[in-house]
T-cell receptor
Framework: GENVEQHPSTLSVQEGDSAVIKCTYSDSASNYFPWYKQELGKRPQLIIDIRSNVGEKKDQRIAVTLNKTAKHFSLHITETQPEDSAVYFCAASIMDYKLSFGAGTTVTVRA | DTGVSQDPRHKITKRGQNVTFRCDPISEHNRLYWYRQTLGQGPEFLTYFQNEAQLEKSRLLSDRFSAERPKGSFSTLEIQRTEQGDSAMYLC??????????????FGEGSRLTVL
């Protein structure tokens, strides 16, 4: 089955700086790569996703890049704000179901 | 609130007891998923329904676990003879095959199980 590894496990950044989280996946057939944000005690929520037919996608301060050859994808958050503090999960799947999640990255934005 | 709802939110039980969780998905969603999340880990896939049909079960789902979605609407997850290792957050999610974007999972708040 699919195995997704995520790094780093914790990330502390100064407000206004950028944050980068990296994930690798094992199954070359995976074609859908979403990122979820989970605030303490809350449900995971989709923040951005990318499909294997594109290499980069951006939504305001958030961007995701995908390198299918190397089987890795990354989340970039620019101009971080305190409300960006949360746990971020990457995931990979084939055909939009049965997501395999990474272990998560706890992001702390220092004011 | 038209999101995914789960009940109960918290359940404390003694080892060996049976527990049942209920999930009400977003009404127009035809796919429903159960995931398990332990502290410091990402959600792990347990099982998935399309309408009322259970299409896939993870190897993580032992014989003590059973899930149903009898009318293609709400779903239940039952754990029989609970063990301490079953303690976790059980997350339900739903999606639509015709959604925008297709495949986006909407999660519930989860049902936290503590087995003493």
């Amino acid at each position: 089955g699919e195995n997704v590894e995520q790094h780093p496990s914790t990330l502390s950044v100064q407000e206004g700086d950028s944050a980068v989280i990296k994930c690798t996946y094992s199954d070359s057939a995976s074609n859908y790569f979403p990122w979820y944000k989970q605030e303490l005690g809350k449900r995971p929520q989709l923040i951005i996703d990318i499909r294997s037919n594109v290499g980069e996608k951006k939504d305001q301060r958030i961007a995701v890049t995908l390198n299918k050859t190397a089987k890795h994808f990354s989340l970039h958050i620019t101009e971080t704000q305190p409300e960006d503090s949360a746990v971020y999960f990457c995931a990979a799947s084939i055909m939009d179901y049965k997501l395999s999640f990474g272990a998560g990255t706890t992001v702390t934005v220092r004011a | 609130d038209t999101g995914v709802s789960q009940d109960p939110r918290h359940k404390i039980t003694k080892r060996g007891q049976n527990v049942t969780f209920r999930c009400d998905p977003i009404s127009e969603h035809n796919r429903l998923y159960w995931y398990r999340q332990t502290l410091g880990q990402g959600p792990e896939f347990l099982t998935y329904f399309q309408n009322e049909a259970q299409l896939e079960k993870s190897r993580l789902l032992s014989d003590r676990f059973s899930a149903e979605r009898p009318k293609g609407s709400f779903s239940t997850l039952e754990i029989q003879r609970t063990e301490q290792g079953d303690s976790a957050m059980y997350l339900c999610a739903s999606s639509s095959t015709s959604g925008r974007p297709p495949g986006e999972l909407f999660f519930g708040e989860g049902s936290r199980l503590t087995v003493l």
